[in-house]
């Protein structure tokens, strides 16, 4: 299970059993339509979590206080500030402690305590006023453009880091997934193998991207006879003709080659259609089989003895039929090579003239097409050139005409 979520930021965590992925949401948007309207409608996924992004961030930074004038009257009067105090002098009347008397000594301090103590109580006052003003200052819009500069720093930071949309795919592996990212990121190089190959059709199948595909199909069609099983497998889940027609011809190539398992992979209508192929296979061999070579040859009219190259040309067919058979039962790779191009026989054909021998090998080639039905469309051998279809344009199988793995099933009937 693989759970996607986009933001501006691309990383992997493990979550359990389940494999989180970050990607770019404009990357996600331009490479398929599914991601196109999951991620611009108003869906349950998009909806940003209001318990992540509507409480304020706190503030990180620290709250910076103004110092304030000492307190003490004494360090007061030493910078030149006045206590409130006055003594005047006159020449007239100067007060001595000498001359005054113990009980006017006392009443006069008592009084300058009086007026110490009202002081103090008022430059408190002042100083909690004073630091009121500053932190509201400093918490209000008397911010330094610092701290402005901090602030928008870190709310870009945690946009980056929120998620837009959150989105599971519980049916793909997180290794297909990550193949499909690989794909679509222009940076990035995806390589198609016989491993990651299905999964990545099915992914494109489902996301509706046919870049994709058509590279996926590519891959298999040029690569088809490595593990035919499985390309014809994929095209029966998705539905590819011309990938089934392909994978079928190397299937009825090598009727023993195959395992149990292998054939199990396959739907029971693919089962008897590759059967019914191959009857109808052994059918023809067996009738050609039967044709008398020597009776029905006719050589060509600047010939100067027909009879002796009918003779050479049927003991020739004698020895490519049986050589049909010199390895196991007879594959259509084989039998088109002995019996339509009479290659691989010993000695080959030689005829006299260069007449006969063009015309004994056209004669062979004629009665093989003839009985195998090559060239004619739906016949269900040969080249059967049909397009892919608009979904994929781009993708060409095989040239048309007779090709050495001739014998194929077809998807539709």
Not at 15 to 29: G, S
Not at 181 to 209: A, D, R
Not at 215 to 231: E, W, Y
Not at 322 to 346: A, D, H, I, K, N
Request: some cysteine.
């Amino acid at each position: 299970m693989s759970r996607l979520k986009t933001s501006s930021l691309t990383r992997r965590s493990r979550v359990r059993d389940a494999f989180l992925v970050q990607a770019h949401r404009e990357i996600l948007v331009f490479a398929s339509p599914f991601f196109e309207a999951a991620l611009s409608g108003d869906w349950s996924e998009t909806r940003v979590d209001d318990s992540s992004t509507t409480g304020r961030r706190h503030s990180i930074s620290s709250i910076i206080t103004i110092p304030q004038p000492p307190s003490n009257p004494r360090d007061r009067a030493f910078n030149g500030q006045t206590t409130g105090v006055t003594c005047s002098t006159s020449d007239s009347g100067t007060l001595s402690l000498g001359d005054a008397d113990v009980d006017d000594l006392k009443t006069e301090l008592d009084s300058l305590n009086e007026g110490d103590d009202n002081a103090n109580a008022s430059d408190v006052e002042q100083k909690d006023r004073a630091r009121d003003n500053s932190l509201n200052q400093l918490q209000g819009n008397g911010k330094t453009n610092l701290d402005r500069n901090r602030k928008s720093g870190l709310l870009r930071h945690k946009k980056m880091l929120d998620a837009e949309a959150r989105i599971v795919l519980k049916e793909e592996k997180a290794s297909n997934f990550h193949d499909f990212l690989k794909f679509v990121y222009p940076h990035l190089e995806c390589s198609i193998t016989w491993n990651n190959v299905e999964g990545l059709m099915n992914i494109s199948s489902k996301l509706c991207v046919p870049a994709l595909t058509k590279q996926c199909l590519t891959f298999l069609l040029t690569h088809a006879a490595g593990k035919p099983i499985k390309a014809m497998r994929i095209a029966e889940l998705f539905e590819e003709d011309q990938l089934y027609r392909e994978s079928s011809r190397f299937v009825l190539d090598n009727p023993g080659g195959w395992s149990e398992n292998e054939l199990s992979t396959l739907s029971q209508e693919t089962l008897l259609k590759l059967e019914k192929r191959r009857n109808w296979f052994l059918e023809r061999v067996l009738k050609l089989g039967q044709v008398n070579v020597a009776k029905e040859y006719q050589c060509c009219a600047s010939c100067p003895d027909s009879a002796n190259c009918a003779r050479l040309l049927d003991e020739r067919w004698r020895q490519a039929y049986s050589s049909c058979f010199r390895f196991g039962p007879c594959q259509p790779s084989m039998v088109y090579r002995y019996l339509r191009g009479l290659e691989g026989v010993t000695p080959p054909l030689a005829l006299t003239h260069l007449s006969c021998q063009s015309h004994a090998k056209a004669f062979a080639t004629t009665l093989f097409d003839r009985m195998f039905s090559l060239g004619v469309r739906g016949s269900g051998s040969g080249a059967d050139p049909a397009p892919l279809g608009g979904r994929v344009p781009g993708v060409h199988g095989p040239a048309a005409g007779p090709r050495r793995h001739f014998l194929y099933c077809s998807l539709k009937p």
